[in-house]
């Protein structure tokens, strides 16, 4: 129907986008950060469960469009059980595939995104989560908005 | 500057509106594989060949700068400039040319206002009356400059997803300390069309200032300000098949003749000391620097194209897609429509199920139809409404009925794609 868009809209982000995981409030997480994107108006809560270096949980809240959406939900499948430092090469990984779409080593079920850098108007959309785990691992209290540095 | 095609065309005929396509060179074209379809005339319109070839003119033949030339060229370029003044004022049956100020556009308009009159004029405790329903352009401004003063912002109140104003409560708000009311004509985002006349007719006789934002209106309807009684009105050429960058604020001859300078620089000083300044009379008090003299002229063919046609004539076929596009979205199960249900604009805001604007705008591109997603610069708007953003089909005089009706298997087709 929409055969030409299967390179944005990819079946696993319809699926996470209709079924997001880990869609839920943490009333005892260690941190947490917001993430805003004043274009869209999508508003996403991350909240981050740490046990030392390691997120132990992660779960988010909000709404926004579909490649935000999956954007966040596929995130806190991948960085559950990771250190702070793979954390940071994942963004770093994603942020490089979703402008440019080169995937860098391996990016496990994210490569679902690399198309994304084919459409400017949406990198932000699927880059939003990845600027709120940053935020909240931080510790930043201020809420991170997609217009706030270039991405 | 009346065009070979428009003279065939005058109000009176049945006017072939798919034809009038012809004059519009941008709409012959193919976007992602489908005929473009342009439903985002309230963001900007499209320009017909008589103002591409206007501006194409100017540069080719006229082009110098305007005022205080002897030369051929600069007569000739003051003569085109002034001559787009003249026509504005016809076009909105103002009393004079002198009550016409260039502008960038609609938001410079309200900023001039705001710092010009609003500096010497709002005090410390006066309210600034606006409607719940403002474009940022005719809001942030008024924030300014009740932070520089320490006035009082006021809204008027709409009536939920219908988005017209709360016309029972105006006298509430019309109170003894409100010294400007400042109100869009037509909504961007609801398709409202506001009862300005009724409004500024009610707060001028308590002595209240007011301006109407006529960026939505004043290319899609006849617009007298003698008629609607306002003291400014703001309009954008781009809105109405002219150039980006050329805006014109009309204010009433009595109150500009009051008002300060709003930025200093050449073309506004009768002489310059080196410690004072004397200035013009209006406009030129309020049009420092070289003005966008192309963008004057453009304009210029623009209001000559519309009138062409015939600003009833627009108007007319304006409600008939705004009235068949709320009709049709409304047949479809699960649209959530915004505005009024009657006498609205062609502008129609949606919510399709629970699938976000922007998802809607991008399947909806595919298919090439250009449409807009997000809070088209009404955030406190969208909040009122309880959503974060809605999509927006807005028409123009070159857009059909066909066109809804294929836009509308794309809803569907939307729907389906993501199984709702």
Redesign the interface.
Known sequence: ??D??SD??QEVI?DH??HPRNFREMTAATCSAQGHNP?????LKLYLTLDGDRIRDVSFVG?????SKASASLLTECVKGKTRAEVGKTFDQVREMVTTGKIEGDVGRLAVFAGVHK?P??VK?AILAWHALAAALNGQGQPVSTESEDI | MMTASTVNRLPGKEIDWAALRADFPILDQKV?GHPLVYFDNAATSQKPRAVINALDHYYERDNANVHRGIHELSNRATAGFEGARARAAAFLNARAAEEIVFTRGTTEGINLVAAAWGNRHIKAGDVILLTEMEHHSNLVPWQLLAERTGAKLAFLPITGDIGQLDLNRVDEFLTRDVKLLAMVHISNSLGTINPVSELCDRARKLGITTLVDAAQSVGHRPLDVQEIGCDFLAFSGHKMCGPTGIGVLYGRGEVLERMPPYQGGGEMILSVEYQRSTWKQPPHRFEAGTPDIAGAIGLHAAMDYLDGIGRENIARHDMELGAHAYATLAGLQGIRLFGPHVGRAGIVSFLVKD?????VV??AN?RGIALR???HCT?PL?RKLGV??TSRASFYFYNTTDEIDGFAEVIR?IM????R
Do not use: P, T
């Open positions: 129907m929409f030409d868009l944005l809209y319809l986008c209709k274009l869209c108006g999508d508003q709404s926004g469009c579909c490649i459409y108007a949406r959309c | 992602n699938i976000h604007a922007h998802d991008e399947l595919r997603g997000g809070h955030q969208m974060e953003s087709d389906k794609f993501f199984g």
